[in-house]
């Protein structure tokens, strides 16, 4: 297959490898003195075959030997995000759900793929009113069984493996038990926020799995086994997911979410029996030389990410410094509009009506790129009007506690997946050695807005939450795969991914600097600047324009691959987590 090159890699990138020193007998089952691709600072990944880019080291490798063994993107992404699940539990999981994109370099098809939990059958709008009929205090609703919603994930898989998948599905799971079994090295990151979580110890599973018996985290370095979570993926690897939506796994998730002290939740035995992963179409906009495609609701990711690039299309960003008040400017702007239209409208379609097509419609967005002054700052945007009927949303808290892997394999298929929990280790509630979401907090507390409308992202039973999760798939005129990227980090994903298509298209830097590039965001609020970078100096320059501004520390986790022609993938993994790109 002949990828397009439409830009040269602006200088020479260090093709580093080295080998992996690594204890695990699955480790070792690798050819010796099998040489890895490894991010670094600064230098991009690069590979000629497939490629994996991941949040943690030991889902890179797992997804590698998949590619390896003649396995799809789909399944490199499966046995990564296995791996995922156990290595870096206060992100993503089996006890949560994803959103997968995925290309078919063959016949130049695209395929959204929903994993979203459900709220449980018994679920009202009412779910997170105290009994005065105020909302429930974030963190009242979050830690405990009632924001936990059906998990999605496993049937999501299954689903994309049944139809993209080439290696047996229970191979996949190989990886993943092996770790569990031989036991893992508690990392700094999950020590750190082991640490700092004040509600993790308060359940005993969860405390007698991540702290020692003196109630301290566990020490970067210890060897964490849990077999538990082994014995659940040997069932399913065995018996496929149906043996975590029925029977005994099933009947303890129920069990651990409905006999929570003080906090008990609604999930019941048939909201698992009766979840069902969905198949979606994707979204998609022409942006300059480009296709930019992303996921549809209920994630608000797609839309917004595709609002905002098109409306940047209406000016000239590569004539514009990287690291200039001008460039960023626009994007916050941009973004300012984008995420006005998206707290209106965006929620679940199968039970609202989302004008998506009058929201991507060019001529709407051309009226909108329009309000944009380059010298002055909206402030508070307006939503739009692309339909008469209004639904009105409340924006949500979205704590940033979720995953991004990218892959392609030899075939030049892509997987674009964005996995989560919800809250930095979801509910909190450890059940068989996963720990459960909170993904039911993503509702809108308030079924009504002060002036008595229906809000678009309240909650209703079967009802998936609204999301910014931002899978996000490049591709060229010739629907040729260009890139893959995504990101964790609550409603700031969208900011983080768009940032990095103006990085990675229009100022044309290689996928690990675009990563590396400062942040710079605005939710139709404060423009939030990242502490420590060179985004910080812009500061001045973007108040006197009229923005407020907010300089903090923004832990993203953008993992991506770009195909810079035949032959040639570029990986990147974000330094500001523990990820990393391995290809061949």
């Known amino acids: 297959m002949h990828f397009s090159n439409r830009h040269t890699i602006p200088g020479m990138i260090a093709f580093s490898r080295l080998v992996l020193s690594v204890t695990l007998g699955l480790f070792l089952a690798l050819p010796p003195l099998v040489q890895e691709v490894q991010a670094s600072s600064r230098d991009a990944a690069l590979a000629k075959q497939h490629m994996i880019s991941a949040a943690n080291p030991h889902a890179s490798r797992a997804g590698l030997l998949m590619l390896r063994a003649g396995g799809s993107a789909v399944d490199a992404a499966i046995a990564a995000e296995l791996v995922l699940s156990l290595v870096e539990p206060q992100s993503s999981g089996i006890g ?119 109630g301290e985290a566990l020490p970067v370095g210890t060897l964490l086994r849990n077999k538990p979570f082994a014995d659940v993926l040997r069932a399913v690897a065995e018996q496929g997911a149906s043996a975590f939506y029925e029977g005994a796994i099933a009947q303890d998730i129920v069990e651990a979410v409905r006999t929570v002290p003080e906090k008990p939740g609604l999930l019941a035995l048939d909201d698992l029996k009766n979840y069902q992963a969905r198949s979606r179409k994707m979204l998609c906009v022409s942006y300059r030389d480009w296709e930019i495609c992303g996921m549809p609701p209920p994630t608000s990711g797609g839309v917004a990410v595709l609002q905002t690039m098109k409306m940047l299309e209406q000016f000239e960003l590569s004539d514009l410094p990287p690291d200039s008040a001008e460039l960023t400017h626009l994007i916050a702007e941009a973004s300012r509009l984008a995420f006005a239209d998206r707290n209106r409208y ?72 964005t996995a989560s929990v919800e809250n930095a280790f979801g509910s909190r509630v450890m059940v068989n050695g996963f720990l459960l979401n909170n993904q039911l907090t993503d509702f809108s507390f308030r079924p009504f807005d002060d002036r008595g409308q229906a809000v678009a992202n309240a909650v209703a039973p079967g009802k998936r939450p609204r999301s910014s999760m931002s899978p996000t798939l490049v591709l060229n005129r010739d629907k040729e795969l260009v890139m893959a990227i995504g990101s964790p980090g609550g409603s700031r994903i969208i900011g983080f991914v768009i940032k990095t298509l103006v990085a990675s298209l229009d100022l044309d830097m290689d996928m690990q600097a675009a990563i590396e590039w400062p942040h710079r965001l605005n939710r139709n609020g404060k423009t939030d600047l990242e502490a420590g970078t060179s985004a910080e100096k812009l500061k001045v320059s973007l108040e006197k324009r009229g923005h407020e501004i907010d300089v903090r520390a923004m832990v993203s986790g953008l993992h991506g691959i770009r195909v810079r022609g035949q032959n040639h993938l570029e990986g990147g993994a974000d330094p500001r987590r523990e990820g990393i790109a391995l290809g061949d």
Do not use: C
Request: charge should be negative.
């Open 96 to 214: 949560g759900g994803a959103f997968m994109l995925h290309y078919q370099a063959s016949d130049r098809s695209l395929q959204a793929y929903d994993g979203r939990e459900t709220a449980p059958a018994a679920a009202t709008p009412e779910l997170f009113l105290q009994a005065d009929g105020s909302p429930m205090p974030f963190w009242d609703a979050v830690v405990g069984g009632r924001a936990v919603g059906t998990p999605g994930l496993f049937r999501m898989m299954e689903l994309a493996h049944t139809e993209h998948g080439r290696l047996p599905w229970a191979q996949l799971f190989e990886p993943a038990i092996e770790l569990a079994e031989e036991g893992f090295k508690v990392s700094p990151r999950l020590h750190r926020l082991i640490s700092v979580d004040p509600y993790l110890k308060t359940y005993r599973n969860a405390r007698d799995y991540f702290y020692t018996a003196e």
């Open 346 to 417: 965006l929620a679940d379609t199968d039970f609202v009506s989302v004008p998506v097509e009058a929201l991507l419609d060019p001529a709407y967005l051309a009226r909108r790129a329009s309000l944009i002054q380059t010298d002055k700052s909206l402030g508070k945007a307006e939503p739009g009007l692309p339909e008469a009927e209004l639904a009105q949303t409340l924006l949500q808290t979205e704590p940033p506690s979720t995953t991004h892997l990218s892959v392609v394999d030899q075939w030049g298929n892509a997987v674009s997946m």
